[in-house]
């Protein structure tokens, strides 16, 4: 199993959590969970950190099959309903998000 990993760092914007996070869970969620191959979808919204570590807002893991399937998925055309979500949401926040792929060990 492989796992592609959405980390968004930085901050919602102050009185914008809960529009936020309803935001992810009605537009976002729903979004990513249609994506290409996609197994099965999380999310988590941390709640404490290490001192001197980045601040991190949302996590999001995406599991496939393969990396092959990333590759399948991020190319196709349901990524652009995925992304289209995502910009939804970007005026409530300010900050990046980027991405890792894991292996399950």
Not at 19 to 24: G, I, K, M, Q
Not at 32 to 51: E, G, I, K, N, Y
Not at 75 to 83: D, H
């Amino acid at each position: 199993m492989y796992t592609r990993s959405a980390i968004f760092e930085g901050r919602i914007l102050p009185g914008k959590e809960d529009e936020f996070y309803s935001a992810v869970q009605e537009r976002l969620l729903p979004a990513w969970r249609q994506m290409l191959h996609a197994t099965d979808v999380r999310l988590f919204r941390p709640l404490r950190r290490d001192d001197g570590t980045a601040e991190v807002f949302l996590v999001q893991e995406i599991d496939y099959p393969s990396l092959e399937a990333i590759d399948e998925a991020l190319s196709s055309p349901r990524r652009e309903k995925a992304s289209e979500a995502l910009k939804s949401v970007q005026h409530l926040y300010e900050g990046r998000h980027y991405h890792y792929v894991y292996k399950k060990l």
